[in-house]
């Protein structure tokens, strides 16, 4: 079966013949492929075409696909059984992990999804605090709790619906907004409202409005006004958790939350998510204390033995810094590509993530990454698809790398971002 004939069958049965917006390239036009298998760092569509892969499942693939180590530990864990609906041994393993790995993380949650790990976290900032508002930023994307679907970034912004109907208005009333890297912007709103807050989140670094890092001083600035207002700081690792360092973005800022949001790698591509933060504030959480917050499939055995197999993997001295070399190397070679055509272009980059913008300037706000050319972005991906390089379809995307990513992989994609950018110049 066709990519073409699987998105037809697809599009009569699904909202947009997908299970998550994104996917359906209705931004950048044209229609998605259907992944049959993934290796390494490529995925093959159903026509056998290969694709070199810059999304990794939007995040959880930073060991690449189908690694040895995370599928064997799966096989293993699945003789034993699928769901146990009990305690297993490997859901403590996981908490000792991520305590030794996120020192501001005492205790944690397992959930099985980002989304399920923010919806709680605010709930808990709220239950902690005895106050109702919460504090997002625009573009900023937190999941589709009703609660963050208020200038939301990702597929909301991609898809024009930051503010999404279905949400009530007394939900959304709760939720401030600020411009992301404004820091007197924020002190301005605590000035006013600063005893209603219940908690801040924030991604570390944005990467849902494509990627862009936190200015200096910024998250340190955030840090001292929750601290001096009585409002939690909530860091939402779920992208970029284990992979800007090690220690998430809290490391690699020095800057530590009271509660941060977990998701994509600790699951090793199986569906999982996690809160936790300081001791006392997790031990308001059910059954410990009153705030409730349960899941029929949290800790589940085979997901947490895919999380446990990878975070080991991760844990290979020198690992985070190789990702980041070869995620500059990639940068600096496509800023180069386009400064070679005369293409207006910049990059950002942390760790193993990054974002292209077709923008001459270096992106630093909302303001800024929504200006750049998506109708430029628009083509350049299709050129490079047509070359086998998949890059996240959409220009409010995040891209990442993975250590299966090669010079050669790099090179190749370079050489395709040539003509890509010739093509999308026009
Ligand atoms: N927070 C952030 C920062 C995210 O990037 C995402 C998903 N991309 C989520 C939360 C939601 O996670 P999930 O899609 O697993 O619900």
């Not at 350049?380 to 090669?406: C, D, I, N, Q, W």
Request: proline content about 5%; aromatic content about 8%; charged content about 20%.
């Amino acid at each position: 079966m066709s990519n073409h004939e699987l998105f037809q069958r697809a599009q009569k049965l699904m909202p947009g013949g997908v299970n998550s917006p994104v996917r359906a390239f209705k931004s950048v036009g044209g229609e998605p492929f259907f992944t049959a298998r993934a290796d390494g760092a490529c995925l093959w569509d159903v026509e056998g075409t290969r694709y070199i892969d810059y999304v990794g499942s939007w995040g959880p693939m930073i060991v690449g696909h189908n690694h040895p180590a995370v599928c064997e530990a799966v096989e293993r864990a699945v003789k034993d059984g699928l769901s146990f609906g009990t305690p297993c041994p490997a859901e403590v393993t996981m908490a000792e992990t991520i305590t030794r790995l996120i020192p501001s993380v005492e205790m944690v949650r397992m959930v099985n999804s980002g989304t399920e790990a923010t919806m709680s976290a605010i709930r808990l900032a709220r239950g902690a605090t005895g106050r109702s508002k919460i504090v997002k930023f625009e573009g900023c994307y937190h999941g589709h709790g009703d609660s963050f679907l208020v200038k939301a970034g990702s597929g909301a912004l991609t898809f024009g619906v930051p503010t999404s109907p279905g949400v009530p208005k007394a939900n959304a009333d709760l939720t401030l907004t600020l411009p992301y890297n404004d820091l007197d912007a924020a002190k301005a709103l605590f000035a006013e409202q600063g005893n209603e807050i219940a908690g801040l989140i924030i991604e570390p670094v944005a990467g849902n409005m494509n990627c862009i890092p936190p200015v200096d001083g910024y998250l340190q600035g955030l840090r001292e006004l929750c601290t001096r207002h009585g409002a939690l700081l909530i860091f939402d690792e779920v992208m970029t958790g284990f992979r800007v360092a090690l220690g998430g973005a809290q490391a690699h800022y020095g800057v530590a939350p009271d509660l941060t949001t977990f998701g994509k790698i600790i699951g090793g591509g199986m569906p999982v998510g996690a809160y936790g933060g300081r001791r006392e504030l997790m031990e308001q959480i059910a059954p410990a204390g009153p705030i409730y917050q349960a899941g029929t499939l949290s800790g589940n055995p085979v997901a947490m033995a895919a999380g446990l197999a990878m975070l080991e993997l991760i844990q290979a001295p020198g690992f985070h810094e190789r990702l980041a070399a070869r995620t500059r190397l990639l940068c600096d070679g496509l800023q180069s590509v386009a400064d070679g055509e005369g293409v207006a272009f910049s990059t950002n980059r942390v760790g193993g993530m990054f974002g292209l913008f077709f923008s001459a300037e270096e992106v630093r706000s909302y303001a800024q990454a929504t200006a750049a050319d998506t109708a430029l972005f628009n083509r350049f991906f299709h050129g490079m698809l047509k070359r086998g390089v998949y890059l996240a379809p959409s220009a409010f995307e995040a891209g990442f790398l993975s250590s299966a990513h090669t010079d050669q992989h790099i090179a190749d994609t370079l050489e395709a971002a040539r003509g890509a950018l010739r093509d999308a110049r026009g």
